[in-house]
Protein backbone atom coordinates (compact mmCIF):
# COMPACT_ATOMS: atom_id res chain seq x y z
CA UNK A 1 0.00 0.00 0.00
CA UNK A 2 1.03 3.34 -0.91
CA UNK A 3 -0.74 6.55 -0.41
CA UNK A 4 -1.32 8.27 -4.11
CA UNK A 5 0.47 11.35 -2.93
CA UNK A 6 3.48 10.08 -1.80
CA UNK A 7 3.81 13.12 0.37
CA UNK A 8 1.01 12.90 2.33
CA UNK A 9 0.67 10.90 5.33
CA UNK A 10 -2.50 8.65 5.97
CA UNK A 11 -4.14 9.05 9.42
CA UNK A 12 -3.31 5.89 11.34
CA UNK A 13 -4.38 5.06 14.74
CA UNK A 14 -2.40 3.21 17.71
CA UNK A 15 -3.94 -0.26 18.74
CA UNK A 16 -1.74 -1.22 21.48
CA UNK A 17 1.64 -0.21 22.67
CA UNK A 18 4.13 -2.68 24.52
CA UNK A 19 7.57 -1.70 26.47
CA UNK A 20 10.37 -4.26 25.69
CA UNK A 21 12.95 -2.21 27.17
CA UNK A 22 13.58 1.17 29.16
CA UNK A 23 14.08 2.51 26.04
CA UNK A 24 12.19 0.98 23.65
CA UNK A 25 8.77 0.18 22.35
CA UNK A 26 6.36 -1.79 19.61
CA UNK A 27 3.29 0.11 18.30
CA UNK A 28 0.65 -1.92 16.79
CA UNK A 29 -0.62 1.03 14.37
CA UNK A 30 -3.90 0.04 11.98
CA UNK A 31 -4.76 2.23 8.76
CA UNK A 32 -7.51 3.86 8.15
CA UNK A 33 -10.62 1.14 7.16
CA UNK A 34 -8.29 -1.34 8.44
CA UNK A 35 -6.22 -1.60 4.99
CA UNK A 36 -3.47 -3.45 4.92
CA UNK A 37 0.22 -1.51 4.61
CA UNK A 38 1.60 -4.14 1.76
CA UNK A 39 4.77 -4.47 3.16
CA UNK A 40 7.16 -6.87 2.76
CA UNK A 41 9.99 -7.74 5.35
CA UNK A 42 12.86 -5.18 5.27
CA UNK A 43 11.16 -2.06 4.34
CA UNK A 44 10.37 1.36 6.40
CA UNK A 45 7.63 3.59 6.69
CA UNK A 46 7.81 7.70 7.36
CA UNK A 47 5.96 8.10 10.86
CA UNK A 48 4.51 11.58 11.59
CA UNK A 49 3.70 13.15 14.26
CA UNK A 50 2.24 15.94 13.97
CA UNK A 51 3.55 19.13 15.11
CA UNK A 52 6.68 17.99 15.93
CA UNK A 53 8.23 15.67 13.05
CA UNK A 54 8.86 12.49 11.00
CA UNK A 55 11.04 9.82 11.00
CA UNK A 56 11.55 6.29 9.45
CA UNK A 57 10.58 3.28 11.32
CA UNK A 58 11.44 -0.40 10.14
CA UNK A 59 8.52 -2.45 10.09
CA UNK A 60 9.31 -5.42 12.29
CA UNK A 61 6.10 -7.28 11.67
CA UNK A 62 5.39 -9.82 8.85
CA UNK A 63 2.92 -9.14 6.04
CA UNK A 64 1.89 -12.50 6.67
CA UNK A 65 1.30 -11.26 10.67
CA UNK A 66 -2.90 -9.58 10.14
CA UNK A 67 -4.15 -6.22 9.02
CA UNK A 68 -2.28 -4.29 11.27
CA UNK A 69 1.81 -3.76 11.56
CA UNK A 70 4.13 -3.06 14.33
CA UNK A 71 6.83 -0.67 14.52
CA UNK A 72 9.83 -0.77 17.21
CA UNK A 73 10.78 3.01 18.71
CA UNK A 74 13.72 3.58 20.39
CA UNK A 75 13.54 6.88 22.45
CA UNK A 76 16.33 9.19 20.98
CA UNK A 77 14.73 12.05 20.63
CA UNK A 78 11.86 14.64 19.79
CA UNK A 79 9.88 13.03 17.64
CA UNK A 80 10.11 9.27 18.61
CA UNK A 81 10.34 11.27 22.81
CA UNK A 82 6.43 12.07 21.98
CA UNK A 83 5.97 8.70 20.36
CA UNK A 84 6.61 7.09 23.65
CA UNK A 85 4.48 9.11 25.28
CA UNK A 86 1.31 8.46 23.31
CA UNK A 87 -1.50 5.67 24.12
CA UNK A 88 -4.09 3.33 22.28
CA UNK A 89 -6.15 5.77 20.28
CA UNK A 90 -3.36 8.49 19.52
CA UNK A 91 -3.12 9.24 15.78
CA UNK A 92 -0.01 9.07 13.68
CA UNK A 93 0.97 10.12 10.45
CA UNK A 94 2.03 6.48 7.98
CA UNK A 95 3.69 7.09 4.42
CA UNK A 96 4.86 4.26 2.60
CA UNK A 97 5.73 1.46 2.69
CA UNK A 98 9.49 2.61 1.05
CA UNK A 99 12.57 1.20 0.14
CA UNK A 100 13.84 -2.52 -1.07
CA UNK A 101 13.42 -4.70 1.46
CA UNK A 102 15.03 -8.69 2.01
CA UNK A 103 13.68 -10.84 -1.44
CA UNK A 104 11.92 -13.31 0.30
CA UNK A 105 11.37 -14.89 -3.33
CA UNK A 106 14.80 -15.20 -4.14
CA UNK A 107 15.64 -16.49 -0.68
CA UNK A 108 12.96 -19.32 -0.63
CA UNK A 109 14.27 -22.83 -1.23
CA UNK A 110 17.48 -21.82 0.60
CA UNK A 111 19.13 -22.01 4.44
CA UNK A 112 18.59 -19.20 5.96
CA UNK A 113 21.21 -17.16 8.95
CA UNK A 114 20.06 -14.28 10.72
CA UNK A 115 22.25 -11.78 12.18
CA UNK A 116 20.81 -9.05 14.72
CA UNK A 117 22.48 -7.01 16.69
CA UNK A 118 20.88 -4.54 19.30
CA UNK A 119 17.75 -3.17 17.61
CA UNK A 120 18.90 -4.40 14.47
CA UNK A 121 16.57 -7.35 15.48
CA UNK A 122 13.54 -5.28 14.97
CA UNK A 123 13.23 -5.11 11.44
CA UNK A 124 15.00 -8.73 10.99
CA UNK A 125 11.87 -10.06 12.95
CA UNK A 126 9.55 -9.46 10.10
CA UNK A 127 11.49 -11.57 7.97
CA UNK A 128 11.70 -14.18 10.66
CA UNK A 129 7.93 -14.13 11.29
CA UNK A 130 8.05 -14.84 7.39
CA UNK A 131 10.05 -17.41 7.49
CA UNK A 132 7.81 -19.00 10.16
CA UNK A 133 5.09 -18.22 8.63
CA UNK A 134 5.70 -20.47 5.71
CA UNK A 135 8.40 -22.71 7.30
CA UNK A 136 8.24 -25.62 4.55
CA UNK A 137 9.55 -23.24 2.13
CA UNK A 138 13.06 -22.28 3.39
CA UNK A 139 16.21 -24.69 4.60
CA UNK A 140 17.91 -24.46 7.50
CA UNK A 141 17.38 -21.90 9.70
CA UNK A 142 19.59 -20.09 12.05
CA UNK A 143 19.21 -16.89 13.80
CA UNK A 144 22.05 -15.14 15.58
CA UNK A 145 21.27 -12.52 18.15
CA UNK A 146 23.73 -10.54 20.06
CA UNK A 147 22.73 -7.48 22.66
CA UNK A 148 24.53 -5.02 24.95
CA UNK A 149 23.58 -6.71 28.27
CA UNK A 150 19.87 -9.31 28.83
CA UNK A 151 18.07 -6.10 29.99
CA UNK A 152 18.54 -4.66 26.57
CA UNK A 153 17.27 -7.39 24.85
CA UNK A 154 14.06 -7.01 22.43
CA UNK A 155 10.84 -9.50 22.37
CA UNK A 156 11.99 -11.71 24.91
CA UNK A 157 8.82 -13.49 25.37
CA UNK A 158 9.47 -13.99 21.51
CA UNK A 159 13.06 -14.88 22.20
CA UNK A 160 11.98 -17.91 24.82
CA UNK A 161 9.63 -19.23 22.29
CA UNK A 162 12.99 -19.75 19.27
CA UNK A 163 14.73 -21.41 22.31
CA UNK A 164 12.21 -23.98 22.38
CA UNK A 165 11.31 -24.18 18.75
CA UNK A 166 13.15 -27.30 17.27
CA UNK A 167 12.38 -25.39 13.56
CA UNK A 168 15.32 -23.00 14.29
CA UNK A 169 18.87 -22.96 15.55
CA UNK A 170 18.79 -19.99 18.19
CA UNK A 171 22.30 -18.41 19.12
CA UNK A 172 22.55 -15.68 21.74
CA UNK A 173 24.83 -13.58 23.54
CA UNK A 174 25.39 -10.02 25.15
CA UNK A 175 28.33 -8.19 25.60
CA UNK A 176 28.43 -7.31 29.41
CA UNK A 177 27.08 -10.48 30.93
CA UNK A 178 25.18 -10.00 34.45
CA UNK A 179 25.46 -12.52 37.19
CA UNK A 180 22.23 -13.71 36.36
CA UNK A 181 23.24 -14.58 32.82
CA UNK A 182 23.14 -18.08 31.87
CA UNK A 183 24.43 -17.70 28.14
CA UNK A 184 27.18 -17.01 25.90
CA UNK A 185 29.07 -13.97 26.72
CA UNK A 186 30.93 -11.39 24.34
CA UNK A 187 30.52 -9.69 20.89
CA UNK A 188 28.26 -11.39 18.62
CA UNK A 189 30.98 -12.94 16.60
CA UNK A 190 31.85 -15.02 18.87
CA UNK A 191 28.37 -17.55 17.81
CA UNK A 192 29.73 -18.10 14.47
CA UNK A 193 31.76 -21.45 15.69
CA UNK A 194 28.38 -22.59 16.93
CA UNK A 195 26.99 -22.58 13.83
CA UNK A 196 28.44 -25.73 12.67
CA UNK A 197 28.73 -26.99 8.83
CA UNK A 198 26.76 -25.24 6.09
CA UNK A 199 26.52 -25.22 2.58
CA UNK A 200 27.51 -21.82 1.39
CA UNK A 201 26.44 -21.78 -1.81
CA UNK A 202 22.53 -22.16 -0.43
CA UNK A 203 22.86 -19.98 2.33
CA UNK A 204 22.08 -16.61 3.02
CA UNK A 205 22.98 -14.53 4.97
CA UNK A 206 20.93 -11.34 6.71
CA UNK A 207 22.41 -8.51 8.83
CA UNK A 208 21.36 -5.82 10.97
CA UNK A 209 22.94 -3.91 13.26
CA UNK A 210 24.71 -0.92 15.02
CA UNK A 211 26.95 0.04 12.25
CA UNK A 212 30.67 -1.13 13.80
CA UNK A 213 29.34 -4.84 13.95
CA UNK A 214 28.68 -4.99 10.03
CA UNK A 215 32.65 -5.39 8.94
CA UNK A 216 33.43 -8.09 11.97
CA UNK A 217 30.42 -10.18 10.92
CA UNK A 218 30.84 -9.93 7.10
CA UNK A 219 34.34 -10.91 8.02
CA UNK A 220 32.87 -14.16 9.38
CA UNK A 221 30.53 -14.95 6.75
CA UNK A 222 33.24 -15.18 4.49
CA UNK A 223 35.10 -17.75 6.85
CA UNK A 224 31.98 -19.90 6.62
CA UNK A 225 32.68 -19.84 2.69
CA UNK A 226 28.93 -17.61 2.17
CA UNK A 227 29.49 -15.60 -1.58
CA UNK A 228 29.10 -11.66 -1.33
CA UNK A 229 26.06 -11.82 -3.29
CA UNK A 230 24.46 -13.83 -0.67
CA UNK A 231 25.37 -11.41 2.48
CA UNK A 232 22.25 -8.96 3.10
CA UNK A 233 22.74 -6.06 4.86
CA UNK A 234 20.00 -3.64 5.95
CA UNK A 235 21.32 -0.14 5.92
CA UNK A 236 18.01 1.65 7.32
CA UNK A 237 20.06 3.56 9.89
CA UNK A 238 20.95 5.85 7.38
CA UNK A 239 17.49 6.81 5.75
CA UNK A 240 15.60 10.11 6.20
CA UNK A 241 13.25 11.58 4.29
CA UNK A 242 11.87 8.06 2.24
CA UNK A 243 11.67 9.79 -1.14
CA UNK A 244 15.25 10.14 -2.54
CA UNK A 245 15.56 13.65 -2.20
CA UNK A 246 17.06 15.04 0.59
CA UNK A 247 20.21 13.13 -0.06
CA UNK A 248 20.45 12.18 3.51
CA UNK A 249 21.17 8.09 3.19
CA UNK A 250 23.77 8.79 -0.02
CA UNK A 251 26.42 6.64 -0.62
CA UNK A 252 28.13 7.76 -3.77
CA UNK A 253 24.94 7.12 -6.08
CA UNK A 254 23.22 4.78 -4.04
CA UNK A 255 19.90 5.73 -2.14
CA UNK A 256 19.40 3.83 1.02
CA UNK A 257 15.65 4.92 0.68
CA UNK A 258 15.49 3.88 -2.83
CA UNK A 259 18.00 1.32 -3.61
CA UNK A 260 18.06 -0.39 -0.32
CA UNK A 261 17.81 0.02 2.85
CA UNK A 262 18.70 -4.11 1.85
CA UNK A 263 21.78 -4.33 -0.27
CA UNK A 264 24.13 -7.37 -1.17
CA UNK A 265 27.41 -7.20 0.15
CA UNK A 266 28.67 -7.51 -3.89
CA UNK A 267 26.77 -3.90 -4.32
CA UNK A 268 28.60 -2.02 -1.27
CA UNK A 269 32.13 -3.56 -0.34
CA UNK A 270 33.38 -1.33 -2.50
CA UNK A 271 31.68 1.89 -1.14
CA UNK A 272 34.08 3.19 1.56
CA UNK A 273 31.13 5.15 3.71
CA UNK A 274 28.30 2.34 2.98
CA UNK A 275 29.44 0.30 6.23
Same mark, same amino acid.
Given at each position: ??? !????????????????????? +????????????????????????????????????????? #??????????????????????????????????????????????????????????????????????????????????????????????????????????????????????? #???????? +???????????????????????????????????????????????????????????????????????????? +?????? !?
Amino acid at each position: MQS !LNLYEPLIATIKSVKELTPTE +KMFEVELPDGKRLGHGPGQFVEMTVFGVGEAPISICSSPTD #GNNFHLTIRKVGDVTGVVHAMKPGDKLGIRGPFGYGFPMDQLKGHDIIIVAGGIGLAPLRSVINYIFHNRSEFGQFTIIHGAKTPSDMLFKDELEDWRKNPNVTYLETVDRPTPEWKGN #GGVITTLF +KKVGKINPDSTYALVCGPPVMYKYVILECGVLGIPDSHILASLERRMKCGLGKCGHCQINGLYCCQHGPVFTYTQI +KHLEEA !L
